[in-house]
T-cell receptor, first 114, second 114 residues
Framework: GENVGLHLPTLSVQEGDNSIINCAYSNSASDYFIWYKQESGKGPQFIIDIRSNMDKRQGQRVTVLLNKTVKHLSLQIAATQPGDSAVYFC?????????????FGKGTSLLVTP | DGGITQSPKYLFRKEGQNVTLSCEQN?????MYWYRQDPGQGLRLIYYSQIVNDFQKGDIAEGYSVSREKKESFPLTVTSAQKNPTAFYLC?????????????FGQGTRLTVV
C-alpha cells in the first residue's frame, strides 16, 4: 500500500545550526500531516501539524513545509539545541478499512553536537 | 492532570502466554490507537477504535486482540499466536476520527518474551 518514508535515516548537526528533516509521502488523498519527536524510551510528542490547504506553518523554532505537487514534507528546526536530539517522525492520515488512522514513516535520528 | 497512561512500563512474558497491556485516557477522546515499534523502526498500526464498542484492524492485527467497553480504556492483548511479540507498544488517543487532529501518546510498554 501507499506509505510515508524519509530520505535520511540520520542527521548530525552542530549546535546553533538549522536542521532540515525531509519526508516523502505517496498517498495523494492525505489531507493532514504531523511531525512528532520521540526521545529514547518515550512516547512520541507532537511538534507541529499542517493541513493540505496550507503550504507552510510556523511554530516556536520549527517550520513545516508541505509541497503537494511532489508529495514532500519537511521540518525545519532553527538554532538547533542539544535537547532537540531525538528521532523525528512524520505521519499522515490515511484511510484504514472503515476509518482513518495516522500512518508513520520510519523516522530520522537527529544528533546535535556541541 | 489530563493524559494517557500505559501500564506497566516493562513487561516480561513467557512463550505461549497471553498478556494484556493497559491504556487509559482522561482526555475525553473518542478515538484510540495501538501501535507497535521495533528497534530503529517507525510505528505500525495494530488496532484502532473510533468509538466505544467499535474497533478496526490495522496493518498488523494478527496475534493481537482489543476491546473498547469504555471510552477511557483500550486494552491490548498479545496472544500466543503472535510469533514475534517482543517490541515497544504505544497507545494513542485523539479527539475525533477521521484522524485530522493530533494524537497524544502514552509513554509506552516494553514487552519482552523470555
Amino acid at each position: 500500500g501507499e506509505n510515508v518514508g524519509l530520505h535520511l535515516p540520520t542527521l548530525s548537526v552542530q549546535e546553533g545550526d538549522n536542521s532540515i528533516i525531509n519526508c516523502a509521502y505517496s498517498n495523494s488523498a492525505s489531507d493532514y500531516f504531523i511531525w512528532y519527536k520521540q526521545e529514547s524510551g518515550k512516547g512520541p510528542q507532537f511538534i507541529i501539524d499542517i493541513r493540505s490547504n496550507m503550504d507552510k506553518r510556523q511554530g516556536q523554532r520549527v517550520t513545516v513545509l508541505l509541497n503537494k505537487t511532489v508529495k514532500h514534507l519537511s521540518l525545519q528546526i532553527a538554532a538547533t539545541q542539544p535537547g532537540d536530539s531525538a528521532v523525528y517522525f512524520c505521519a499522515e492520515n490515511i484511510r484504514e478499512n472503515s476509518g482513518y488512522a495516522l500512518n508513520f514513516g520510519k523516522g530520522t535520528s537527529l544528533l546535535v553536537t556541541p | 492532570d489530563g493524559g494517557i497512561t500505559q501500564s506497566p512500563k516493562y513487561l516480561f512474558r513467557k512463550e505461549g502466554q497471553n498478556v494484556t497491556l493497559s491504556c487509559e485516557q482522561n482526555l475525553n477522546h473518542d478515538a484510540m490507537y495501538w501501535y507497535r515499534q521495533d528497534p530503529g523502526q517507525g510505528l505500525r498500526l495494530i488496532y484502532y477504535s473510533q468509538i466505544v464498542n467499535d474497533f478496526q484492524k490495522g496493518d498488523i492485527a494478527e496475534g493481537y486482540s482489543v476491546s473498547r467497553e469504555k471510552k477511557e480504556s483500550f486494552p491490548l492483548t498479545v496472544t500466543s499466536a503472535q510469533k514475534n511479540p517482543t517490541a515497544f507498544y504505544l497507545c494513542a488517543s485523539s479527539s475525533r476520527a477521521p484522524a485530522d487532529t493530533e494524537a497524544f501518546f502514552g509513554q509506552g510498554t516494553r514487552l519482552t518474551v523470555v
